[in-house]
Protein backbone atom coordinates (compact mmCIF):
# COMPACT_ATOMS: atom_id res chain seq x y z
CA UNK A 1 0.00 0.00 0.00
CA UNK A 2 1.13 3.55 -1.25
CA UNK A 3 1.26 5.49 1.53
CA UNK A 4 1.83 9.76 2.59
CA UNK A 5 1.25 11.28 5.61
CA UNK A 6 1.08 14.76 5.70
CA UNK A 7 1.71 16.90 8.92
CA UNK A 8 0.79 20.83 8.79
CA UNK A 9 2.82 22.59 10.96
CA UNK A 10 2.80 26.33 12.65
CA UNK A 11 4.99 26.57 15.29
CA UNK A 12 5.10 23.30 17.30
CA UNK A 13 7.18 23.65 19.85
CA UNK A 14 8.21 21.13 21.76
CA UNK A 15 5.77 19.22 21.42
CA UNK A 16 6.21 18.93 17.47
CA UNK A 17 9.38 17.32 18.41
CA UNK A 18 7.66 14.44 20.15
CA UNK A 19 5.54 14.14 17.41
CA UNK A 20 8.06 13.74 14.80
CA UNK A 21 10.13 10.90 17.02
CA UNK A 22 6.82 8.73 17.33
CA UNK A 23 6.45 9.07 13.92
CA UNK A 24 9.71 7.74 13.12
CA UNK A 25 9.46 4.89 15.33
CA UNK A 26 6.03 3.79 13.85
CA UNK A 27 6.33 -0.11 12.83
CA UNK A 28 4.93 1.30 9.33
CA UNK A 29 6.71 3.70 7.73
CA UNK A 30 4.69 5.98 4.52
CA UNK A 31 6.32 6.05 1.68
CA UNK A 32 6.56 10.11 1.67
CA UNK A 33 6.45 12.43 5.14
CA UNK A 34 5.38 15.56 4.16
CA UNK A 35 5.58 18.50 6.30
CA UNK A 36 3.32 21.24 5.59
CA UNK A 37 4.26 24.50 7.10
CA UNK A 38 2.95 28.18 7.65
CA UNK A 39 6.10 29.87 7.72
CA UNK A 40 6.66 28.75 11.83
CA UNK A 41 9.18 30.88 13.77
CA UNK A 42 10.68 28.76 15.91
CA UNK A 43 12.46 25.54 15.10
CA UNK A 44 9.59 23.58 13.36
CA UNK A 45 10.85 23.25 10.07
CA UNK A 46 14.54 22.20 11.59
CA UNK A 47 13.00 19.29 13.53
CA UNK A 48 11.05 18.43 9.92
CA UNK A 49 14.84 19.00 8.21
CA UNK A 50 16.54 16.65 11.45
CA UNK A 51 14.21 13.70 10.91
CA UNK A 52 14.77 13.91 6.95
CA UNK A 53 10.83 14.55 6.41
CA UNK A 54 9.71 16.39 3.14
CA UNK A 55 9.26 20.00 4.11
CA UNK A 56 6.84 22.55 1.89
CA UNK A 57 6.59 26.14 3.22
CA UNK A 58 3.30 28.22 2.79
CA UNK A 59 2.39 31.82 4.12
CA UNK A 60 0.57 31.61 7.39
CA UNK A 61 -1.82 33.76 5.98
CA UNK A 62 -2.59 30.95 3.10
CA UNK A 63 -3.24 28.53 5.74
CA UNK A 64 -7.22 27.03 5.49
CA UNK A 65 -8.18 23.83 7.21
CA UNK A 66 -8.99 22.23 3.97
CA UNK A 67 -7.42 24.23 1.30
CA UNK A 68 -4.01 23.66 2.67
CA UNK A 69 -5.11 19.35 2.94
CA UNK A 70 -6.10 19.54 -0.93
CA UNK A 71 -2.90 21.50 -1.44
CA UNK A 72 -0.81 18.80 0.07
CA UNK A 73 -2.95 15.75 -1.48
CA UNK A 74 -2.36 17.11 -4.89
CA UNK A 75 1.34 16.88 -4.38
CA UNK A 76 0.93 13.18 -3.21
CA UNK A 77 -1.53 11.96 -5.79
CA UNK A 78 0.02 9.11 -6.59
CA UNK A 79 -0.18 7.78 -2.77
CA UNK A 80 -3.17 5.29 -1.91
CA UNK A 81 -4.08 6.56 0.96
CA UNK A 82 -3.16 10.00 2.80
CA UNK A 83 -2.95 10.01 6.44
CA UNK A 84 -3.27 13.54 8.34
CA UNK A 85 -1.68 14.15 11.59
CA UNK A 86 -1.72 17.03 13.22
CA UNK A 87 1.56 18.42 15.19
CA UNK A 88 0.48 18.09 18.56
CA UNK A 89 -0.49 14.38 18.10
CA UNK A 90 1.60 11.75 19.41
CA UNK A 91 1.59 7.68 17.99
CA UNK A 92 0.78 6.40 21.73
CA UNK A 93 2.09 2.73 20.24
CA UNK A 94 4.18 1.90 17.26
CA UNK A 95 1.57 0.15 15.63
CA UNK A 96 -1.19 3.05 15.50
CA UNK A 97 -0.61 3.61 11.85
CA UNK A 98 -0.72 -0.39 11.53
CA UNK A 99 -3.94 -0.32 12.50
CA UNK A 100 -5.78 2.41 10.62
CA UNK A 101 -4.45 1.52 7.23
CA UNK A 102 -5.61 -2.06 7.91
CA UNK A 103 -9.40 -0.73 8.21
CA UNK A 104 -8.96 0.27 4.34
CA UNK A 105 -8.36 -3.26 3.42
CA UNK A 106 -12.02 -2.92 3.45
CA UNK A 107 -12.87 -1.52 -0.31
CA UNK A 108 -15.90 0.00 1.26
CA UNK A 109 -14.07 2.11 3.31
CA UNK A 110 -13.21 5.89 2.63
CA UNK A 111 -11.35 7.25 5.23
CA UNK A 112 -10.93 6.26 9.15
CA UNK A 113 -10.54 7.89 12.15
CA UNK A 114 -8.19 7.35 14.78
CA UNK A 115 -8.61 6.98 19.10
CA UNK A 116 -7.07 9.85 20.20
CA UNK A 117 -6.44 9.63 24.57
CA UNK A 118 -5.66 12.44 26.73
CA UNK A 119 -1.96 13.94 27.23
CA UNK A 120 -0.74 13.50 30.74
CA UNK A 121 -1.08 17.08 31.48
CA UNK A 122 -4.76 17.10 30.77
CA UNK A 123 -6.99 18.17 32.74
CA UNK A 124 -10.85 16.42 34.16
CA UNK A 125 -12.74 18.33 31.52
CA UNK A 126 -10.40 17.45 28.30
CA UNK A 127 -10.27 13.97 29.78
CA UNK A 128 -13.68 13.40 29.75
CA UNK A 129 -14.09 15.15 26.58
CA UNK A 130 -11.70 12.23 24.79
CA UNK A 131 -13.30 9.41 26.81
CA UNK A 132 -17.27 10.43 25.46
CA UNK A 133 -15.62 11.28 21.61
CA UNK A 134 -13.76 8.24 21.55
CA UNK A 135 -14.69 5.11 22.89
CA UNK A 136 -12.87 1.77 23.38
CA UNK A 137 -14.94 0.34 20.45
CA UNK A 138 -14.48 0.09 16.91
CA UNK A 139 -17.63 1.00 14.42
CA UNK A 140 -17.98 1.32 10.76
CA UNK A 141 -20.64 3.28 9.77
CA UNK A 142 -22.40 4.68 6.67
CA UNK A 143 -25.85 6.18 5.24
CA UNK A 144 -28.03 3.45 7.21
CA UNK A 145 -26.72 4.71 10.62
CA UNK A 146 -27.88 8.33 10.41
CA UNK A 147 -31.13 7.61 11.40
CA UNK A 148 -29.93 6.43 15.23
CA UNK A 149 -26.31 8.19 15.27
CA UNK A 150 -26.77 11.47 13.25
CA UNK A 151 -23.83 13.47 13.57
CA UNK A 152 -21.95 10.69 14.77
CA UNK A 153 -22.29 9.25 11.74
CA UNK A 154 -19.67 11.59 10.17
CA UNK A 155 -17.70 12.25 12.70
CA UNK A 156 -13.81 12.79 11.80
CA UNK A 157 -11.40 14.07 13.73
CA UNK A 158 -8.56 15.84 11.68
CA UNK A 159 -5.43 14.74 14.35
CA UNK A 160 -5.63 11.65 12.83
CA UNK A 161 -7.04 10.09 10.03
CA UNK A 162 -6.40 8.46 6.88
CA UNK A 163 -7.97 8.90 3.66
CA UNK A 164 -8.75 6.76 0.09
CA UNK A 165 -7.31 8.71 -2.21
CA UNK A 166 -9.85 7.31 -4.95
CA UNK A 167 -12.66 8.20 -3.18
CA UNK A 168 -11.16 11.44 -1.81
CA UNK A 169 -10.84 12.71 -5.51
CA UNK A 170 -14.58 11.08 -6.43
CA UNK A 171 -16.00 13.51 -3.86
CA UNK A 172 -14.26 16.66 -4.96
CA UNK A 173 -11.36 16.79 -2.09
CA UNK A 174 -11.76 18.54 1.04
CA UNK A 175 -13.65 21.95 1.10
CA UNK A 176 -11.33 24.42 0.38
CA UNK A 177 -12.35 27.38 2.40
CA UNK A 178 -13.69 26.44 5.67
CA UNK A 179 -13.11 28.00 8.90
CA UNK A 180 -12.96 24.34 10.99
CA UNK A 181 -14.59 20.99 10.24
CA UNK A 182 -12.96 20.34 7.04
CA UNK A 183 -13.00 16.56 8.03
CA UNK A 184 -16.56 16.05 8.85
CA UNK A 185 -17.31 17.90 5.93
CA UNK A 186 -15.29 15.45 3.66
CA UNK A 187 -16.56 12.47 5.77
CA UNK A 188 -20.49 13.44 5.45
CA UNK A 189 -19.76 13.69 1.62
CA UNK A 190 -17.98 10.15 1.73
CA UNK A 191 -21.29 8.44 3.09
CA UNK A 192 -23.73 10.16 1.08
CA UNK A 193 -22.16 9.09 -1.97
CA UNK A 194 -22.53 5.71 -0.78
CA UNK A 195 -19.02 4.80 0.90
CA UNK A 196 -18.35 4.12 4.59
CA UNK A 197 -16.33 5.52 6.94
CA UNK A 198 -15.14 4.08 10.22
CA UNK A 199 -13.42 4.60 14.13
CA UNK A 200 -10.38 2.51 14.64
CA UNK A 201 -10.24 2.43 18.49
CA UNK A 202 -7.18 0.42 18.00
CA UNK A 203 -5.20 3.27 15.81
CA UNK A 204 -4.70 5.64 19.15
CA UNK A 205 -2.74 9.06 19.80
CA UNK A 206 -2.09 11.20 22.60
CA UNK A 207 -4.01 14.59 21.50
CA UNK A 208 -6.67 16.89 23.53
CA UNK A 209 -6.55 20.48 24.81
CA UNK A 210 -7.02 22.27 27.67
CA UNK A 211 -8.75 24.68 26.54
CA UNK A 212 -10.25 28.38 28.74
CA UNK A 213 -13.67 29.22 28.77
CA UNK A 214 -12.75 32.08 26.16
CA UNK A 215 -10.99 29.45 24.10
CA UNK A 216 -14.22 27.25 24.15
CA UNK A 217 -16.53 29.85 23.30
CA UNK A 218 -14.23 30.64 20.21
CA UNK A 219 -14.19 27.67 19.34
CA UNK A 220 -18.03 26.92 19.79
CA UNK A 221 -18.34 30.39 18.20
CA UNK A 222 -16.15 28.95 14.93
CA UNK A 223 -18.07 25.89 15.00
CA UNK A 224 -21.03 27.79 14.67
CA UNK A 225 -19.89 29.52 11.94
CA UNK A 226 -19.27 25.97 10.25
CA UNK A 227 -22.61 24.75 10.76
CA UNK A 228 -24.00 27.92 9.31
CA UNK A 229 -21.97 27.83 6.08
CA UNK A 230 -22.51 24.17 5.15
CA UNK A 231 -26.37 24.26 6.29
CA UNK A 232 -26.48 20.56 4.30
CA UNK A 233 -24.54 18.43 7.10
CA UNK A 234 -27.30 19.26 9.60
CA UNK A 235 -30.33 19.23 7.20
CA UNK A 236 -28.77 15.42 6.14
CA UNK A 237 -27.96 14.49 9.18
CA UNK A 238 -29.50 16.30 11.91
CA UNK A 239 -28.72 18.73 14.75
CA UNK A 240 -26.18 18.58 17.68
CA UNK A 241 -28.47 19.42 20.62
CA UNK A 242 -29.20 15.35 21.58
CA UNK A 243 -25.79 14.50 21.45
CA UNK A 244 -24.75 17.47 23.30
CA UNK A 245 -27.39 16.82 26.06
CA UNK A 246 -25.58 13.62 26.35
CA UNK A 247 -22.46 15.05 26.69
CA UNK A 248 -23.03 16.97 29.75
CA UNK A 249 -24.92 14.34 31.28
CA UNK A 250 -21.83 12.08 30.95
CA UNK A 251 -19.58 14.97 32.02
CA UNK A 252 -21.84 15.51 35.09
CA UNK A 253 -21.08 12.00 36.06
CA UNK A 254 -17.40 11.83 35.38
CA UNK A 255 -16.54 14.79 37.08
CA UNK A 256 -18.97 14.20 40.59
CA UNK A 257 -17.18 10.72 40.29
CA UNK A 258 -13.36 11.86 39.64
CA UNK A 259 -13.40 15.75 40.50
CA UNK A 260 -16.28 17.08 41.71
CA UNK A 261 -14.04 20.45 42.12
CA UNK A 262 -14.52 21.07 38.59
CA UNK A 263 -18.24 21.48 38.13
CA UNK A 264 -18.67 24.77 38.56
CA UNK A 265 -15.89 25.60 35.68
CA UNK A 266 -17.54 22.78 33.89
CA UNK A 267 -20.99 24.59 33.80
CA UNK A 268 -19.01 28.07 33.21
CA UNK A 269 -17.40 26.38 30.17
CA UNK A 270 -20.97 24.95 29.00
CA UNK A 271 -22.56 28.11 28.62
CA UNK A 272 -19.68 29.88 27.07
CA UNK A 273 -19.63 26.58 24.84
CA UNK A 274 -23.52 27.65 24.28
CA UNK A 275 -23.18 31.22 23.81
CA UNK A 276 -20.42 31.17 21.01
CA UNK A 277 -22.39 28.47 18.94
CA UNK A 278 -25.06 30.88 18.77
CA UNK A 279 -23.56 33.71 17.46
CA UNK A 280 -21.69 31.45 15.59
CA UNK A 281 -24.73 30.82 13.46
CA UNK A 282 -25.74 34.48 13.34
CA UNK A 283 -22.36 35.42 12.51
CA UNK A 284 -23.28 37.03 9.10
CA UNK A 285 -25.08 39.46 11.11
CA UNK A 286 -22.30 41.38 12.91
CA UNK A 287 -19.35 43.22 11.70
CA UNK A 288 -16.46 41.56 10.17
CA UNK A 289 -14.02 43.10 12.91
CA UNK A 290 -16.15 41.48 15.70
CA UNK A 291 -16.12 37.76 13.88
CA UNK A 292 -12.75 38.18 13.72
CA UNK A 293 -12.50 38.33 17.74
CA UNK A 294 -14.74 36.03 18.84
CA UNK A 295 -12.85 33.23 16.45
CA UNK A 296 -9.84 30.80 17.23
CA UNK A 297 -9.37 30.75 13.63
CA UNK A 298 -8.20 34.48 12.75
CA UNK A 299 -7.11 33.97 9.20
CA UNK A 300 -9.96 32.74 8.00
CA UNK A 301 -11.59 36.49 8.23
CA UNK A 302 -8.23 37.61 6.67
CA UNK A 303 -8.90 35.33 3.48
CA UNK A 304 -12.91 36.01 3.49
CA UNK A 305 -12.32 39.84 3.24
CA UNK A 306 -10.31 39.02 -0.15
CA UNK A 307 -12.87 36.30 -1.91
Not at 148 to 153: A, N, T, Y
Request: some cysteine; glycine content about 4%.
Amino acid sequence: MNVSLIVPTYNGGEMWNECARAIVTQSFQPQRIMVVDSSSTDNTQSVANDYNFELKIISSSDFNHGGTRNFAAKLCANSEVLVFLTQDAIFSSEYSLNYILDCLKDPAIAAVCGRQLPHKDANPIAVHARLFNYPDNSRVKDKSDIESLGLRVPFMSNSFAAYRTSALRDIGGFPDNTILAEDMSTAAKMVLSGFKVMYCAEATVFHSHNYTPWQEFQRYFDTGVFHSCEPWIREKFGGASSEGKKFLLSEFRYLLNNAPSWIPRALFTTLCKFAGYKLGLWHMFMPSSLNRYFSMYKSYWSQQSKI
